[in-house]
């Protein structure tokens, strides 16, 4: 099970709470929601957007009605985490005018409103991303690099973002090679004998975190001489990845950290009989503690039941990390974004209509004009392709003083700065090797 998936659907659970408990949005109305899980796969992900379209029944809806149908829709959805099943949900939403707004879909693809007219997301596209990857290399003056990517959408259209960037800057990539974590074993150890063998020693790495865990597991069974890694923004600020010390001096960028008040006690509220009232909880507090609740009539042949003395705040995974709430902060503010779009339909400045009927379409054009600052302080709106302004911090892998590695913050990349001027750096990066100065390629391309 997926933890940190976990905490972002429980994070929209947690901002419809919030929003439910206010008296100067959407007063007197109560949101409600589904949870429903694509299992990071395609089929289930379009099964799930047509149960959507369809008012939420799992069986098809044959009224001739238009209107009935729009009536049943949902208003709006939230999702998905990955690229690849945003593609297919936005497929079927858009067809149906159901506003869709993913919080960690970063596909330069998506911003093509021809294609996926309905589409919003809170996290900025990777077009921009790549082209802050591109400068960051010119700007400490690599120009011979290895490029590795995930086979699918996010990686495909970032990694070409990023060489179409790179080329510009003038830099030269030495390889450019894909791996997808359901590819044949010798493919990975195809890629990963590339690194081992290869002159550059800058590699920037457009990987989903599945994918990166698979070449860094590979890597680890013959490690190759120190590399300088760039990473994207789905692997570099997960802090799975901080055991893997080859990995030391890592940079690359993320959105920025939050703090989220009252969403760690949310979290932590759970007892075995909150999460039997719940399908996903009941697999959370299972998974979890190896165990399985009382009265479940499914239970795993061999597993033991759980005796009540199971506690939660004694867990260490990442349903619990609220240390940098990055990607959660982007559900919180994806809920706002819906929720006040609803807002400017059916309220005033002090009261609301709850017999006011509207379409998905409505709020559809209510998300293009929403803009605002959250409790928490940072600002929701979107282009006129759906994206919203792109804001990175520079993060870079250094050792603490216990020798454990952890992320810091050491810079920050604004997409609407002066050419050139887009970098301003916070504090010292260490590098590769713990080297305080930035260690030049020594290689030149061969002809």
Not at 174 to 202: C, F
Request: aromatic content about 12%.
């Amino acid at each position: 099970m997926d933890f940190r998936e976990v905490r972002f659907a429980r994070a929209m659970e947690f901002t419809i709470n919030e929003i439910n408990n206010r008296t100067d949005l959407l007063p007197g109305i109560t949101l409600g929601y589904q949870i429903h899980d694509s299992c990071s796969t395609v089929p289930m992900a379009i099964k799930v957007a047509f149960q959507l379209a369809n008012g939420l029944e799992p069986v098809f809806n044959y009224t001739n009605s238009c209107s009935k149908s729009a009536d049943a829709a949902v208003t709006a959805v939230i999702g998905d985490s990955a690229s690849t099943q945003s593609i297919s949900i936005a497929r079927v939403l858009g067809l149906f005018g159901i506003p869709q707004v993913s919080h960690y879909a970063t596909c330069a693809c998506l911003s093509d409103k021809h294609q996926y007219p309905a589409f919003f997301r809170t996290i900025p596209s990777d077009q921009h991303q790549a082209a802050a990857l591109a400068r960051m290399v010119k700007h400490f003056g690599w120009t011979w690099i290895g490029a590795v990517r995930s086979d699918t959408d996010y990686g495909n259209y970032g990694m070409a973002s990023f060489l179409k960037a790179a080329q510009a800057e003038g830099i030269c990539v030495e390889y450019s090679e894909a791996y997808y974590r359901t590819q044949p074993r010798n493919k990975l150890e195809r890629v990963a004998n590339v690194i081992r063998r290869s002159t550059a020693r800058v590699i920037v790495a457009f990987m989903a975190s599945g994918d990166m865990r698979l070449l860094l597991e590979e890597l680890s069974r013959q490690p190759p001489p120190p590399l300088q890694w760039i990473g994207s923004e789905t692997w570099i600020t997960d802090p799975d990845f901080l055991r893997y010390n080859m990995c030391a001096g890592a940079i690359g960028f993320g959105v920025p950290r939050s703090v989220i008040p009252g969403l760690r006690e949310f979290l932590l509220d759970i007892t075995p009989a909150k999460a039997l009232q719940s399908p996903l909880l009941t697999e959370f507090w299972e998974s979890s503690f190896n165990c399985y609740l009382k009265g479940r009539t499914d239970n795993k042949e061999g597993a033991r039941e759980c005796d009540g003395s199971e506690d939660i705040h004694t867990l260490q995974n990442p349903y619990l990390d609220t240390s940098q709430l990055r990607i959660t902060n982007m559900v919180y503010k994806a809920t706002y974004a819906i929720a006040h779009a609803i807002h400017r339909l059916i309220c005033n400045d002090t009261q609301c209509n709850k017999n006011i009927k509207f379409s998905p379409w409505q709020i559809f054009d209510q998300l293009k004009k929403v803009n605002f600052t959250t409790r928490n302080g940072f600002q929701v709106s979107f282009d006129s392709n759906g994206d919203p302004p792109a804001v990175y911090e520079l993060i870079n892998w250094q050792y603490k003083k216990d020798g454990a590695l952890d992320f810091i913050t050491v810079g920050q990349y604004d997409s609407f700065r002066p050419r050139g001027q887009e970098f301003r750096m916070s504090r010292n990066i260490s590098w590769v090797g713990g080297q305080k100065e930035v260690q030049y390629n020594k290689y030149s391309k061969k002809y």
